[in-house]
């Protein structure tokens, strides 16, 4: 019996490990912080000693994937910063309200705009635009808040410049554009699950007004308001492919951030604004703690390597079962204790990605990862943007929250049968 136990002791000591973790969080010592110790207790329990960890720690520094997503998710960040402050989002949104008549559609097509924006707690910035673009409309608050909180995040397992995306391109040593591929159609059902859940019920007019007529609706200024961000992506996905064609031995990521730079230097110029703009956002709290958080997962992605824990999973007699729990139940667990899909992505992958069978593709492992992932994140009553939005529209929160389990459990359910479609 003993024995038997004894086999699942690696499996055991990595879910001690997660749970510390987690109750890291729960005490406000933050993510990265909490990935730092739980890295060292996970050293510590197979095997190393404090200075192999700090040795091994220090690794990441000198390793080329975790420093490129800390280039890229800086000038992302400082981007969505810069076009927030200038007011140029909100202005490419009311641009955009001349071509589009159908209140529902504003209402969901909004949050997803401003949702290409990764930055903390942007609920708060797209929820003043859906309470105007839902001013006069027979509407409950509730509706509002739940509206701005599901379909803000539409896009977060799909666009190229959402960190979780970045960081799981880089953890699973694929180009961009393939994992995007891939979860593309996860997007597709999460916007189609909010759709029949918390849209198809409205009572509203077929047509509304504009927000804010002074501003033009004409294409060019839609092109204006919007450069930066069509520079960014656009310049992201020319650049990937001139140096796959030109540059066979160079990683084709590290085109984005020079797009990022240009769509950067595009928005200081829009605006009038001095270089010395740009390092005052870069070094702002929020961009710094990313930076620390990104840091500490890619520690204990090198600690989960050289103290042989993946090695002993593979050995422990039921591999396929640590890969199930690796893709299927790790992931939302971690999400829902955190609010932090990205939490999800660097702890849980590393594992994911090691336990894959030799041979078998690991796209759709990691499609599911991100489905099961994304469901727990939007199921978490931590989830910033759940706040958030509550509070702006002034709901109650247990009211609010009972209505996104139908929704999640859709998008969740549908992802597991896009996984076994695709495997």
Known sequence: ?????????????????????????????????SVLIGSLALALWFDMT????????????????????????????ALASLMERTGQVERCMIALSHHIASPRIRLVFFPILIGLLPMPGGAVFSAPLIQAVARGLPMPEIDKSLMNYWFRHTMEMTWPLFPAIILAAS????????????????????FAAGWFCLVRGLEVPPTAGIPNSEVSGS?????????????????????????????????????????LICGIAACLRQNRLRVAEFFHVVFQRHVLHMIFMVGALGVFKIILEK????DALMHMGSAEMALILAAAVLPPLVSLVTGLSLASVGITLPLLIALVPEGESVMPWLALSMATGFTGHMLSPLHICFVLSCEYFKVDFGASWRRIPVPACIFCTAGILYFFLIR
């Open 1 to 33: 019996m003993f024995a038997g136990i004894a086999t699942f002791y690696p499996l055991l000591r990595l879910l001690a490990v997660f749970a510390l973790m987690v109750f890291g969080v729960r005490l406000r010592l933050g993510l990265g912080l």
């Open 50 to 77: 404090v200075w192999q960890w700090i040795v091994a720690s220090l690794g990441v520094f000198r390793d080329t994937p975790t420093l490129l997503v800390w280039c890229v998710l800086s000038l992302i960040l």
């Open 171 to 190: 953890i699973a040593d694929i180009p961009t554009p393939q994992v995007v591929l891939y979860t593309c159609p996860l997007s597709l059902i999460f």
């Open 219 to 259: 294409w060019a200024n839609v092109l204006r308001q919007g450069l930066p961000i069509f520079l960014a992506l656009g310049g992201a996905l020319a650049l990937e492919g001139a140096i796959a064609l030109c540059l066979p031995g160079v990683p084709v990521d590290y085109g984005v951030p020079v797009a």
């Open 307 to 310: 103290s042989g824990t993946v």
